[in-house]
Every structure is written in structure tokens, then in C-alpha cells.
């Protein structure tokens, strides 16, 4: 069973970059849709962004689109969240997540955290004003 580990969570000032990394374990993750996930506390975990199993498509929410970039390196059995001009809206426990492996269409991104089976515990991003 695929394990998940976030790092790169810190406290930077708003205006300030991130780059969160994710990194799996315990089997590929070359053909699982991956995405990252967002929860503040007390409330729902909330969509940040997915990346189709080769790349071929990504998407974003509208929250942090034109800030936000969500990759992957299959090769290294890893992805990445490149978070730009933070603000402390962006404050948040950050979590990357992976479907079960499939093969069918290669452009698979998906929004809802229900469709993700494996989770990891997630790292701390905090942006101070």
C-alpha cells in the first residue's frame, strides 16, 4: 500500500514562495491521479490541486490559480505543490493524496477527496500578515 509524506511546510511571510514536496512510498505512484488538499481547523478539507498520472493535465482552484503549481516526477516517486505570493488565506495543515492506480483515460484529474485513497499527514503551512 502506496504511504504518502508532505514536507516543506513552514511559517513565511505573506508575499513569500513554498514548495511543498510529497513523497511515496511503498509502491509507484506512476499511475494514480495525485493531488493536494488543504484543511483549516474545523473545517472540510478543501481542493487545492490534481495532476493527471503522466502530467497530462493539471488543474487548480480557483483560489490559488496563477499562484499555485502542481507537479510530479514519477521517476523519483514524487510530486510538488510551488505555492508563489502567499497570503495568510493560504494558511493551512496541506496534504497530498493518490487515487488507486488506473489505466484508463490519461488526462484523469479529480476534485473530490472521496475519489483519493491514500492520504498523507499532512505538513503546516503557516503565512504570517
Known amino acids: 500500500q502506496v504511504q504518502l509524506v508532505e514536507s516543506g511546510g513552514t511559517l513565511v511571510q505573506a508575499g513569500g514562495s513554498l514548495r511543498l514536496s510529497c513523497a511515496a512510498s511503498?509502491?509507484?505512484?506512476?499511475?494514480?491521479?495525485m493531488a493536494w488538499f488543504r484543511q483549516l481547523p474545523g473545517k472540510d478539507r478543501e481542493f487545492v490541486a490534481a495532476?493527471?498520472?503522466?502530467?497530462?493535465?493539471?488543474v487548480v482552484a480557483d483560489s490559488v490559480q496563477g499562484r499555485f503549481t502542481i507537479s510530479r516526477d514519477n521517476a523519483k516517486n514524487m510530486m510538488y505543490l510551488q505555492m508563489n505570493s502567499l497570503n495568510p488565506g493560504d494558511t493551512a495543515v496541506y496534504f497530498c493524496?493518490?487515487?488507486?492506480?488506473?489505466?484508463?483515460?490519461?488526462?484523469?484529474?479529480?476534485?473530490?477527496?472521496?475519489?483519493?485513497?491514500?492520504w498523507g499527514q499532512g505538513t503546516q503551512v503557516t503565512v504570517s500578515s
Open positions: 493524496a493518490a487515487t488507486t492506480p488506473y489505466s484508463g483515460n490519461p488526462y484523469f484529474v479529480e476534485k473530490d477527496p472521496s475519489s483519493y485513497a491514500y
Open positions: 511503498r509502491g509507484s505512484i506512476s499511475t494514480n491521479t
Open positions: 495532476i493527471s498520472r503522466d502530467s497530462a493535465a493539471a
